[in-house]
């Protein structure tokens, strides 16, 4: 079901060479051409084909981007929004070709207020970047996806990662952003007010809306305090259905982890073998708890009780800094273990997000999904938010391996939606979900529909993207 | 600036009496056509002129709302949703003419996970009416706007109110809805899910949307636990400044205070007066507290130290319920209190937002204008979102005093935007802040105007509410 929706799409070879010969008049070297940049600016993160764009123009300002839009538009040449390249399901791919926009030389911070714990920054700015500029004020921006992606990008995508359950995704974290739409025009989505009831929420429209409405060239965020103190803490338990019993009663019970991550046991197994670990392989929660030193106890042992009421297994944890990145190794080294399980074998990371109550059965279905087709699938879950994500490894040479992937995605995603979900949590739709998207908005396809028209008529902005062109 | 906006709009008469006749073929008697039920359900709480529907149709479930949707959609006759009537911007009334729904009898509470912490309900569910009913769960629906709104209503307007500061607006806690759009159609517009990136976030375009885009026929919303202790305290300054100061500290530390509400000493005096209090005639912060006996404290603690380092006076706290609810009196009584300075004249309650390290400055030079004016009009402030309310004493007979409130009020909103502010924190557009809407928006506006036309081509949903007609 996935390839399907990567075909070509229709290209107007006249038009894009107008808006070559236009760019490179108004922009000079900004604009380039050449196989390298084209091949660089794709989708390089799964087995998606690749689609290149005709040209990339790595815009500097605001003016840049305008002068983009406004080519773009006049001769009706689709724009794809390019950040670093880390989104998953072929946002940045170009299936009709077209301009790539690379926000690469956008990366200033513009402003920040440590007052209202805000911050203005240009799309490119990556959120290490950010981190890195911020610390010296006490403050942090706390989304983290994993990839040291741009703010862009995460904003486009509408991003979480681990510490979402504490301080939200890219939705709760947005205040407001400047964006390009289809006329060449600019506007501010919102203002600097924590809250405001002041007409349509322009602000989430733009959030995860994957590039297709228009083009961010400024961003205002939500900022935190860096935490005085921060926990972490790691425990096994004898089954996934008693680790999301945990995580249910920890959530219940409103304590403010900051982060409750699962692995199952192949990835705890994929882990150990990594790094020269010992962690029992057994389905583990991983924690952090931020706070105060008195904060941090009192979590720390209110999950301690959790854990031992649902069966888990010496839980451990330390609020010292080195401790904490030893318990906490086999998390972050999970993507790097999953790939070196075959490192002759692809790589298909996705995710699905499901009501917390119904996790540890559509975690339980899809490891005897795997089982029983004989995948190899570690499986790492955001489990506070009921989000979980597979690797799933296999031979994208292989026609019949790629069909069988295909079919297991299939049957995974109607299961998430099958108990009240989502067909993903924090990857966005791209071109590889597009199939799905329609089986969980139903009627509601059209309404997103109408809006995309209504808002980008002529289609420029990253067509073939979210929704099917064809449908 | 208000009242132009309140004028009459075109009527279609043949329209109207089509809808009418087919309506009540369709629905009997749940359609009312009486002055009584017309007038009641139009502008009844601040000096905007009422402007009654032609008809009441009181709806019972999704298939009725879908008829509604249906005539008036075929003779282009205007939809004006109806939860409680506590809107304060005009957000009910029918400039020109049309059939107002009331979800009166659309109150059942659908579904509830305890697991999840989540509720599906109707419309016309009020928030006392679901926080009873939750009860025995241990959880409950946080929002708190003061009144005894709908859920319907509050969705439709963003609402906020007094512990938005630590649990969010109604962005924030709507989940999903199910709305009847322009065609007739329902749809779902999301899942339940704690968090999605699959396509564009329709639910927080119809959060705020304040009835202009579809009917909701169902709210599914995030609750939280019943926290296992609450504290409350008080505590004067001597000036808004240093209250000011106080709340920025305590934002800026993460103290996750429930509530931080600031009352100017106009508003001290006049609940001194009306309840027969002693508090001392200061600007003044009240606090609550959410957690467990432990972090209740820590909070009141670490507020104390802050409020000692802003020459705050005396902070009293108590986790006793009595005692609270004894120091938290006056905050209880504000509106009351407003009111009684002086029974003869009318309220006119209004809001803006500002970002908090603007907010001292704000509300000072409001004050600054309220003295040299010789204006009634007490301050209440949910502090920690910037968010600020006057309660405008005016004789709504004297044309001459309308046109200084209307003055006062421009100058209010200007003020508001130009410390990087919002127009409403939390009441909404409506018809009262159309022309503040235009000013905040700039060329945004444009592209909410888009969305309306696309979404609701016949303009039926609600018109004369958030954009002007006639721009």
């Not at 970047?129 to 010296?136: E, F, G, P, S």
């Not at 060239?217 to 096994?236: D, F, H, M, N, Y």
């Amino acid at each position: 079901m996935v390839l399907r929706d990567v075909r070509p799409g229709v290209r107007n070879e006249a038009a894009v060479a107008a808006v070559i010969e236009a760019l490179r008049g108004a922009l000079g070297d900004k604009l380039q051409t050449g196989q390298a940049f084209r091949e660089q600016h794709t989708h390089t993160t799964t087995y998606l084909t690749r689609q290149l764009p005709d040209a990339v123009v790595f815009v500097e300002n605001s003016d840049d981007v305008k002068a983009v839009v406004r080519a773009c538009s006049e001769h009706g040449v689709p724009i794809i929004p390019f950040g670093t390249g880390s989104s998953l399901e072929g946002q940045v791919n170009a299936p009709s070709g077209g301009i790539s926009i690379d926000f690469s030389r956008m990366n200033r911070i513009l402003r920040v207020s440590p007052e209202d714990l805000d911050v203005t920054v240009e799309p490119g700015v990556t959120r290490e970047q950010l981190n890195v500029y911020l610390r010296d004020t006490g403050l942090f921006f706390p989304i983290d996806p994993g990839a040291n992606a741009s703010i862009g990008g995460m904003t486009a995508t509408r991003a979480s990662g681990t510490n979402a359950v504490r301080y939200g995704t890219m939705k709760d974290n947005v205040l407001a952003m400047t964006v390009v739409t289809a006329d060449g025009g600019e506007i501010a989505t919102g203002s600097r007010a924590k809250k405001s009831s002041a007409g349509y929420d322009l602000t989430r429209l733009f959030v995860g809306s994957e590039g297709t409405l228009g083009v961010f060239t400024s961003i205002t965020l939500r900022l935190q305090g860096i935490p005085e103190k921060i926990g972490g803490g790691v425990c096994a338990f004898p089954s996934v259905k008693a680790a999301c019993d945990a995580v249910i009663m920890t959530i219940q019970m409103g304590i403010p982890v900051a982060r409750i991550e699962l692995l199952d046991e192949v990835q705890i197994r994929a882990c150990n073998a990594y790094s020269g670990l010992s962690y029992e392989e057994k389905p583990t929660l991983f924690l952090e708890f931020h706070g105060t030193d008195q904060t941090v106890t009192l979590q720390s042992e209110q999950f301690s009780m959790i854990a031992e009421e649902c069966g888990g297994e010496s839980f451990r944890w330390t609020a010292d800094a080195q401790e904490r990145a030893k318990l906490w190794k086999a998390r972050h080294d999970a993507y790097w273990a999953a790939r070196a399980l075959r490192p002759d074998l692809t790589i298909l990371a996705t995710d699905v997000c499901v009501p917390i109550s119904q996790l540890a059965d559509c975690v339980a279905a899809t490891h005897a999904d795997i089982v029983e087709n004989d995948f190899l699938a570690p499986i790492v879950g955001h489990a506070g938010d009921g989000n979980f994500h597979l690797s799933i490894l296999f031979n994208d040479k292989d026609p019949a391996d790629v069909a069988r992937v295909e079919a297991f995605v299939e049957r995974l995603n109607r299961r998430a939606l099958a108990c009240g979900g989502t067909c993903t949590g924090e990857h966005g739709i791209g071109q590889g979900k597009m199939s799905f998207l329609e089986e969980e908005a139903g009627p509601a396809l059209g309404l997103m529909r109408t809006i995309k028209r209504a808002v980008d008529p002529k289609n420029i902005f990253n067509p073939g993207k979210i929704l099917r062109e064809s449908a």
